[in-house]
């Protein structure tokens, strides 16, 4: 009966690792990991994202702040990210938890978003997407936004 678990559980672990807009690896570009991860609608989200990358990171951020604490994942963006890269209509309250701690820049599209990520990155870095705000500035939903990343990153 063990054996049985463990194969429930690793179709089970299988099945959550390929969640669309989840974690999802998107392609390698030049040696930099394209990352979708826009079902991440809140601060706890993006923390859980960033404590499992190992890589050094540019974090694409942003969309319609629910009353975010960025406070809770600033250890983590300056221990592992290079840079943020925003992408929302309204960036102040990140740019308030994270000037002087990190690079900003300031994108209004996913196309943008991810060509500047990637004018950022080095080879072995990755570019996260993992927004911790909702997506109805600039997307009709999260589907939308994961979508359109992992368009523009197809058309690097």
Request: net charge negative; charged share 25%; proline share 3%.
């Amino acid at each position: 009966t063990m054996d049985i678990r463990k194969n429930k559980i690793r179709e089970a672990v299988q099945t959550f690792e390929n969640l669309e807009h989840r974690m999802e690896p998107v392609a390698t570009v030049r040696g930099v990991d394209f990352v979708n991860d826009s079902k991440a609608t809140n601060v706890n989200s993006t923390w859980y994202a960033l404590e499992s990358m190992t890589k050094p990171t540019i974090l694409v951020l942003g969309g319609v702040d629910k009353g975010n604490d960025y406070s809770l994942i600033k250890d983590l963006v300056e221990e592992k990210v290079k840079a943020i890269v925003c992408m929302g209509t309204d960036n102040s309250k990140i740019h308030e938890a994270f000037d002087g701690v990190v690079k900003l820049v300031d994108t209004a599209n996913a196309q943008d978003a991810v060509q500047a990520s990637f004018s950022l990155a080095s080879p072995g870095d990755v570019v996260l997407l993992s927004p911790a705000c909702a997506s109805f500035d600039l997307f009709k939903n999260y589907e939308d936004r994961g979508k359109q990343f992992k368009d523009a990153v197809k058309s690097l």
